[in-house]
């Protein structure tokens, strides 16, 4: 049985659900599960959840807990990375902000935009280190990221180290939720009128998440792309392999306008579904950020509420001290949302295939267009040789530019931040659609390295 590494194993968006899958599944039983943060409040909790569990549950998982990453890789099989530099909501304001001085406006500022340089800026000498210590302590293993930006982090991990790296998004959800409620009048799907929008709100977390379960049980999706600026390119009813496509259109615009804005005109003009929902599709598009404009008022482009979700990070630790020291077994801990990692090792494992619906990985022939080094969103199969993608071939001319564009100006960053290089840096910022100005650029990359120079020590020669 494997040894499995869990990093950020207190992290709020994936650490705990991948510990609850990863206990509850019965092919793992006699695995050891390290569980890594550097967070000691946050270690110690989920280690002492993780042994009542594992105890209470019976699953047969050996645990061990480790404050320093290097203590646990030895010999690891797979080690899952949630990592993110903290406080995360706070840095993230801090990225939308900056820019805000100089006239310049993100839609978001998570993962594309001066603020999505920040963001992975800040990760790249950490991300680095770990897998160059995998390098050394276990050169064969996966390394399964969930981190963002993901295509950014997943290349630099491919690019500068020896060690095989799969991305894993549950975004392809927001598309499955999207197409339910277009044909839920066809399908009699129940919730179609609760589910107003795909933004990151706690109200529509369970409306988009009913539907996205229904259309998974009756669609199936082809999407390609790059994380979070993925294209639907086929549609399928799974029960009778009916082509849903046109009628998906048809319904498709018989909802109401105000319903995810950006995503109806895009597929307008690009004759391709986005995938994402607004607020991710907005962050890689060059149309969103003219100040005259205003256009994300156009398209109801609301922020990340990050006070909110800083509080429900705080309220969800709280809650699972309290099941810890009641011993509370819960619906929300029986019944985890699966990130795909257990999924993923457990076919490794087995060596029984397993179809994926959207794997990171690097491109290498999978979509006609784009370097073989970018790493694309494709599906593709998980067996006991390891992950092969899918290959999509050619996508329409204006939605490969789009691609190829970020592409370019996502490992340009990358670049710049592993050789400390300004130049790279400053091409990488000029490329990306949000900034329009040299010196406005070159102001927003010199207050980008000051504000961010305790992670970026490199560029300080």
């Given at each position: ?156 991990v491919n690019q500068y180290s020896r060690i095989k790296v799969v991305g ?206 970018a790493i694309v969103e494709v599906p593709g199969t998980i067996s006991a ?77």
């Open positions: 049985m494997p040894k499995i590494v869990c990093l950020g194993a207190g992290s709020f968006s994936f650490g705990l659900s991948t510990l609850l899958t990863l206990l509850q599944s019965p092919l793992l039983r006699g695995s050891e599960i390290a569980l890594v943060d550097i967070n000691a409040e946050s270690l110690d909790l989920t280690a002492r959840l993780a042994g009542w569990l594992n105890e209470s549950w019976d699953c047969g998982k050996h645990i061990s807990a480790h404050s320093n990453h290097k203590d646990a890789l030895q010999g690891a099989d797979y080690v899952i990375s949630a990592i993110e530099v903290q406080p995360r909501e706070r840095l993230w304001q801090q990225d939308f902000e900056l820019t805000l001085k100089y006239g310049l406006r993100q839609p978001y500022g998570e993962n594309g935009g001066p603020g999505g340089f920040a963001h992975t800026a800040r990760n790249v000498n950490t991300v680095l280190g770990i897998a160059r210590d995998m390098e050394i302590a276990c050169p064969d293993a996966w390394l399964i990221n969930f981190t963002n930006p993901m295509h950014r982090l997943c290349y630099l894993l998004c549950h975004q392809l959800a927001a598309g499955y939720a999207m197409a339910a409620k277009a044909l839920a009048p066809i399908y009699g799907f129940n919730g179609a009128d609760a589910f107003v929008s795909t933004h990151a709100d706690p109200s529509n977390h369970y409306p988009m998440a009913n539907m996205a379960a229904q259309g998974m049980e009756r669609f199936k999706i082809t999407a390609a792309g790059l994380n979070h600026f993925t294209w639907m390119l086929g549609l399928q009813d799974r029960l009778s392999g009916e082509d849903l496509y046109p009628l998906f259109r048809r319904e498709w615009q018989k909802l109401p306008t105000t319903f995810e804005p950006l995503t109806r005109v895009i597929l307008e003009i690009f004759k391709l579904f986005p995938i994402p929902g607004d607020e991710h599709l907005d962050e890689y598009l060059p149309w969103l950020s003219n100040p005259q404009q205003k256009a994300w008022k156009h398209y109801d482009l609301s922020l990340y509420n990050w006070a909110l979700y800083e509080k429900l990070r705080e309220e969800q630790w709280r809650q699972v001290s309290e099941w810890v020291s009641k011993r509370e077994l819960t619906d929300s801990l029986k019944h985890p949302a699966s990130e795909g990692a257990v999924e993923l090792i457990e076919s490794l494992v087995t060596g029984k295939p397993l179809y994926w619906e959207a794997l990171n990985i690097p491109n290498r022939g999978l979509i006609d267009g784009l370097p073989p080094s040789e390891g992950i092969t993608g899918e290959a999509v071939g050619e996508l329409p001319r204006g939605i490969s530019e789009l691609l190829h564009r970020e592409v370019s100006a996502s490992q340009l960053c990358i670049d710049a931040v592993v050789h400390g290089d300004k130049d790279l840096a400053l091409q990488s910022l000029l490329l990306d659609p949000v900034v329009d100005d040299i010196n406005t650029a070159r102001l927003i990359l010199s207050d980008i390295l000051e504000t961010n120079k305790a992670w970026l020590p490199q560029f300080l020669n």
